[in-house]
């Protein structure tokens, strides 16, 4: 399973943009790029995913590098309830299907 | 709400003992995984199946089992547990198992505590 790599944890200020970075150097061309966040005592939820193109949608963007070896989750004006643990998960389609969950990048947001 | 039910949401037990964890996918999804969170850590996947058969399968134990039922329901079986078991157990549910899933829908978890 192609593995990704995430800072442990990151600050910002409320109402300024956040860019959570997430390495992912063995990115397979089958491989999806999905971000998940889990919020305090709650399930995870999905945030956005992509493979090659940029994406936007009303929680956030994902910035896909050429080379696809990194990207970074957008999160365009934080708010205190966007405090949680940020997952970055390489979906492989061709094969087994599995989610790979890291230990993700938590992040604190300040008022 | 994700419309993924998981019951029971607490559960304590003794080592050695065996209990079943029990989830409800959104309404139309075929697919459901299992993944276990101790404490601060990271989720860990257990298992997937998709319309009864499974499909994938991660860092489960020999002490663990799950199967997917016709009406698509899933439960996770738990048995001779110990300490280390204790853990919150989150299952997920998606339209479809293969190559276009996007999105995951996941419960709230099942809390297991073994003392």
């Known amino acids: 399973d192609a593995k990704t790599t995430q800072p442990n944890s990151m600050e910002s200020n409320e109402e300024e943009p956040v860019h959570l970075p997430c390495n992912h150097s063995t990115i397979s061309g089958t491989d999806y790029i999905h971000w998940y966040r889990q919020l305090p005592s709650q399930g995870p939820e999905y945030v956005i995913h992509g493979l090659t193109s940029n994406v936007n949608n009303r929680m956030a963007s994902l910035a896909i590098a050429e080379d696809r070896k990194s990207s970074t989750l957008i999160l365009h004006r934080a708010t205190l309830r966007d405090a949680a643990v940020y997952y970055c998960i390489l979906r492989d389609y061709s094969g087994t299907y599995k989610y790979i969950f890291g230990t993700g990048t938590r992040l604190k947001v300040l008022a | ?115």
């Open chain 2, 1 to 115: 709400d994700s419309g993924v039910t998981q019951t029971p949401k607490h559960l304590i037990t003794a080592t050695g003992q065996r209990v079943t964890l029990r989830c409800s996918p959104r309404s139309g999804d075929l697919s459901v995984y299992w993944y276990q969170q101790s404490l601060d850590q990271g989720l860990q996947f257990l298992i997937q199946y998709y319309n009864g058969e499974e499909r994938a399968k991660g860092n489960i134990l020999e002490r663990f089992s799950a199967q997917q039922f016709p009406d698509l329901h899933s439960e996770l079986n738990l048995s001779s547990l110990e300490l280390g078991d204790s853990a919150l157990y989150f299952c997920a549910s998606s339209v479809a198992g293969g190559p276009n899933t996007g999105e995951l829908f996941f419960g709230e978890g099942s809390r297991l505590t073994v003392l």
